[in-house]
């Protein structure tokens, strides 16, 4: 499987946006690029997912480098509530039997400073 | 929709005991999912549920039975608890075979002694 790297931990400032980056040098062609995040105490909470576009969605926006070996997940205004642990994820196009297996890494935590 | 629930929330066993962890989903999910987070890790796949009577094993199958009751219930049975076994529980669902997202519950915190 594919791995992916991501910074232990970042800090920002409320009401400023935020660059959460990954590295995912040996993603394969067909690998979705997915994030997770999961605030303390509470169970992961899919964010946003993409392949080769730039996504964007009400919660966050997702740039994917156009050789596909990083990306950036973006959170606009950051607020308190978006402090959490922040996982970015590959899992492969093809879902044999329907299975999609998420392997979590260790993800970053993000602290929002009031 | 209460979406992913979980039973119960806590859990104190003592080695050697069993126990089922319980998941419903009411959103009409196809495929369902158990996962364990051991304290500053990411979370691992025990056992998956492709769609209705199927089952697999995921990365750490050891220890661990399930059961997809029905389309609405994946439940975890632990046979014989070991203090390993010490984590929290997350049950996920996702809607169809097309769909990339999971959901997730709100978990179950066992301590095995």
């Known amino acids: 499987d594919a791995k992916t790297t991501q910074p232990n931990s970042m800090e920002s400032n409320e009401e400023e946006p935020v660059h959460l980056p990954c590295n995912h040098s040996?993603?394969?062609?067909?690998?979705?690029i997915h994030w997770y995040r999961q605030l303390p105490s509470q169970g992961p909470e899919y964010v946003i997912h993409?392949?080769?576009s730039n996504v964007n969605n009400r919660m966050a926006s997702l740039a994917i480098a156009e050789d596909r070996k990083s990306s950036t997940l973006i959170l606009h205004r950051a607020t308190l509530r978006d402090a959490a642990v922040y996982y970015c994820?590959?899992?492969?196009?093809?879902?044999?039997?329907?299975?999609?297996?998420?392997?979590f890494g260790q993800g970053t935590r993000l602290t929002i400073n009031p | 929709n209460a979406g992913v629930t979980q039973t119960p929330k806590f859990q104190v066993l003592k080695t050697g005991q069993s126990m089922t962890l319980q998941c419903a989903q009411d959103?009409?999910?196809?495929?369902m999912y158990w996962y364990r987070q051991d304290p500053g890790m990411g979370l691992r796949l025990i056992y998956y549920?492709?769609?209705?009577?199927?089952?697999d094993k995921g990365e750490v199958p050891n220890g661990y039975n399930v059961s997809r009751l029905n389309k609405r219930e994946f439940s975890l049975r632990l046979e014989s608890a070991a203090p390993s076994q010490t984590s929290v529980y997350f049950c996920?669902?996702?809607?169809?075979?097309?769909?990339?997202?999971?959901?997730f519950g709100p978990g179950t915190r066992l301590t095995v002694t």
């Open positions: 040996t993603i394969s062609g067909t690998d979705y």
């Open positions: 994820i590959l899992s492969p196009g093809l879902l044999i039997q329907g299975a999609q297996k998420l392997v």
């Open positions: 959103m009409n999910h196809n495929s």
């Open positions: 996920a669902s996702r809607p169809t075979q097309g769909a990339r997202e999971q959901y």
């Open positions: 549920s492709a769609s209705e009577g199927t089952t």
């Open positions: 993409g392949l080769t």
